[in-house]
């Protein structure tokens, strides 16, 4: 069956270093992928989305590219800041229903 | 614009008793879902619901049930509950044909002692 793996956090930053939390799935088909990011005490949040191979996700200075040779999702940040301490999931779906979550990686960003 | 409502946000429960955790989405989504957040195990679906009328089984189904009252509503209960079953819930929408993905809620807070 589908999977997606994350890898372990925590993950401790200064403020303005650069962020990257990698993710690997494993699917049949091409799958649709996603990021979603948790902040303390509330729900999952949309962070960005790929729907093909080769497509840039985007949004609020974070990024991941669908590479489809390599079965990656990896997040990436150029310049974190204390307000993205969180906890990111990577997730996938075909067909836009039953979502594949990963562990969840746990990122601390220290002024 | 409320998204999708969970009440209540905290419950603490008795072992063996029962209660409802309500959902409710304003998005005109066809598809829901619950979730449970556990340390160290992510997300972990409970049942889910494609579309109004259905409801099927997820990963973990044991001691919940679920009810599919309309297209906005869905309910989870548990009949007896079990300290095992202490979690954080999360009821999510979506729209299959947007691509858009979950609308999560803000989560129940439950500890059964």
């Known amino acids: 069956g589908n999977s997606v793996t994350q890898m372990e956090g925590p993950v401790t930053l200064s403020e303005e270093a650069f962020l990257?939390?990698?993710?690997?799935?494993?699917?049949?088909?091409?799958?649709?992928?996603?990021?979603?990011?948790?902040?303390?005490?509330?729900?999952?949040?949309?962070?960005?989305k790929a729907t093909k191979a080769d497509d840039k996700g985007s949004n609020k200075g974070f990024e991941?590219?669908?590479?489809?040779?390599?079965?990656?999702?990896?997040?990436?940040?150029?310049?974190?800041?204390?307000?993205?301490?969180?906890?990111?999931?990577?997730?996938?779906?075909?067909?836009?229903?039953?979502?594949v979550f990963g562990p969840g990686t746990r990122l601390s960003v220290l002024p | 614009n409320a998204g999708v409502t969970q009440t209540?946000?905290?419950?603490?429960?008795?072992?063996?008793?029962?209660?409802?955790?309500?959902?409710?989405?304003?998005?005109?989504?066809?598809?829901?879902?619950?979730?449970?957040q556990d340390p160290g195990m992510g997300l972990r679906l409970i049942y889910y619901s494609a579309s109004e009328g259905t409801t099927d089984k997820g990963e973990v189904p044991n001691g919940y049930n679920v009810s599919r009252?309309?297209?906005?509503?869905?309910s989870l209960r548990l009949e007896s509950a079990a300290p095992s079953q202490t979690s954080v819930y999360f009821c999510a929408s979506s729209e299959p044909r947007d691509g858009h993905g979950y609308t999560f809620g803000s989560g129940t807070r439950l500890t059964v002692v």
């Open chain 1, 20 to 48: 990257t939390i990698n993710c690997t799935y494993t699917a049949t088909g091409y799958p649709s992928l996603f990021w979603y990011v948790q902040y303390p005490g509330e729900g999952l949040q949309l962070l960005l």
């Open chain 1, 64 to 99: 991941a590219t669908y590479r489809k040779e390599t079965t990656s999702f990896h997040l990436e940040k150029g310049s974190v800041q204390v307000s993205d301490s969180a906890v990111y999931f990577c997730a996938l779906t075909q067909g836009g229903q039953n979502f």
């Open chain 2, 8 to 36: 209540p946000k905290f419950q603490v429960l008795k072992t063996g008793q029962s209660m409802t955790l309500q959902c409710a989405q304003d998005m005109n989504h066809n598809s829901m879902y619950w979730y449970r």
């Open chain 2, 69 to 74: 009252l309309n297209k906005r509503e869905f």
